[in-house]
Nanobody, 116 residues
Framework: QVQLVESGGGWVQAGGSLRLSCAAS????????MGWYRQAPGKQRELVAI???????NYADFVKGRFTISRDNAQNTVNLRMNSLKPEDTAVYYC??????????WGQGTQVTVSS
């Protein structure tokens, strides 16, 4: 089982930027995909962005053009650059990984708060 540790959350004013990072305890090349979900208070967890082993990406419509996901295979990290943040982006952001045998793993989450 992989350990995923998120960092980079915090507080920012609307229009600002943050960069989230997810560090995996082993090589991320083992995972068919990695990505980020988020969960706001009282809402279901929702997909933000994913990136596959070959670098294909998929974004939720509400972050397209503002967020960029990337991976560093040498550092075993997956990053999420978030620009033009809005108050509605406030949520706990979770890193996840998907393995064809062991399934899905989640990080503990990092809080992102965007003030208006």
């Amino acid at each position: 089982q992989v350990q995923l540790v998120e960092s980079g959350g915090g507080w920012v004013q609307a229009g600002g930027s943050l960069r989230l990072s997810c560090a995996a305890s082993r090589s991320i090349l083992a995972f068919s995909a990695m990505g980020w979900y988020r969960q706001a208070p009282g809402k279901q967890r929702e997909l933000v962005a994913i990136i596959t082993t070959v670098g294909s990406t998929n974004y939720a419509d509400f972050v397209k053009g503002r967020f960029t996901i990337s991976r560093d295979n040498a550092q075993n990290t997956v990053n999420l650059r978030m620009n033009s943040l809005k108050p509605e982006d406030t949520a706990v952001y979770y890193c996840y990984s998907r393995h064809v045998i062991s399934g899905t793993s989640w990080g503990q989450g990092t809080q992102v708060t965007v003030s208006s």
